[in-house]
């Protein structure tokens, strides 16, 4: 905290023009979180859909806002592409021609080994390039879906090329620990490998499990919803997230995707037969053990205690529903 505030002490703002590309849940966020800390003078906000650039204009996010990501970038001393991971590499190559050679470019995707190989062929200095994953989020979208406080105590993973500039790296951390993140700094392979894990199989599964309960022949949607207990309300939580991003997530990372897979598939076999043959102990050990990471993720502070999961109900922002500026759940 220390570190932030001396950030925020500061005489200038650290960069003169931040562009942001695609104004969903993350990139408005970013927006409202750069302008709290003062981290730019210029907020210059791109995105391809003319009803979210009219709303996030009517809310006041930017200082400027522009129908294509060249209009935003240019001039820009840092380019965020807040995209689907799929569409890094039309940004990339859409901005290039308008970059300065020292302008710094990054994003906030789940993946990063696909987001450097797509993006760094066509930036004019890619060793310029410093992408970055928040590790934070929550179900909803779109500008409105946004607050300043959603990086706080979260953290941000960095994950710059091993020839990356010195300067635009030490720039990018700066920024995110301005935003309230902790910031780690790790290869993009060992990123994606851990994402894996972490977020992208939780997903995969509740989109799965989701889909189970909708397809059983026996038992009615209308009961499904009625009766859900709290687990399976928090799966659809996790299913609710936006189809188009993860749609990418699991094409750019179908490597470290298919081996976590593969182990996951391997253990639940090993309850499955527990389960058959009436194991007891080993059911037993097993829940005992991921107990033990549940209480490690609440000591960590990365979640709460509280028995709706950590999470308060939704409250209104505006024409979406979103949840508070505390402490919010992963999606991403």
């Known amino acids: 905290m220390a570190d932030r505030q001396a950030l ?16 969903g849940l993350i990139g408005s966020s970013l927006a409202r979180a750069i ?46 592409a807040c995209v689907p991971v799929g569409a890094c590499g039309p940004v990339a190559a859409e901005i290039a021609p308008v970059l300065s050679a020292t302008a710094i470019v990054s994003d906030v995707g789940s993946v990063k080994g696909s987001v450097i190989r797509q993006m760094a062929p066509l ?22 879906a946004g607050f300043a406080e959603l990086f706080d105590n979260r953290w941000c993973i960095l ?23 902790n910031v780690e700094v790790m290869a993009s392979d060992h990123h994606d490998l851990v994402l894996a894990i972490t977020s992208h199989l939780p997903h995969l599964i509740a989109y799965n499990i989701v889909g189970t309960a909708a397809d059983l022949e026996e038992v009615t949607q209308s009961e499904v919803i009625k009766f859900s207990a709290g687990g399976f309300r928090d799966f659809t939580r996790i299913a609710a997230s936006d189809p188009t991003m993860w749609r ?16 996951f598939s391997e253990d639940l076999a090993a309850l499955q037969r527990a389960i058959r043959w009436g194991d007891g102990e ?16 609440i000591a960590a502070g990365q979640d709460t205690a509280s028995p709706d999961f950590g999470r308060r109900p939704a409250v209104e922002a505006g024409p979406a529903a979103v949840e508070p500026p505390v402490k919010a759940a992963k999606a991403s």
């Open 8 to 23: 925020l002490d500061r005489q200038a703002p650290l960069f003169g023009r931040v562009a942001i590309v695609g104004i």
């Open 35 to 80: 302008a709290r800390a003062g981290l730019s003078a210029e907020i210059a906000i791109a995105d391809r859909d003319p009803a979210a650039l009219a709303r996030a204009e009517a809310l006041g996010l930017g200082t400027s806002y522009h129908a294509t990501a060249a209009e935003a970038a240019k001039g820009a001393d840092l380019v965020i």
């Open 123 to 144: 930036l004019p200095n890619p060793r310029r390039l410093v992408p970055a994953h928040p590790v934070a989020g929550t179900e909803q979208s779109g500008p409105d």
């Open 159 to 181: 994950t710059p090329p091993e020839d990356a500039d010195a300067d635009a790296v030490e720039k990018v951390v700066a920024l995110w620990r301005a935003c309230g993140a």
């Open 248 to 263: 990418d997530v699991f094409l750019h990372n179908k490597d470290a995707v298919l081996e976590v897979l593969g182990r």
């Open 282 to 297: 080993q059911l037993f050990d097993v829940f005992t053990r991921t107990r033990a990471i549940r209480r490690g993720i």
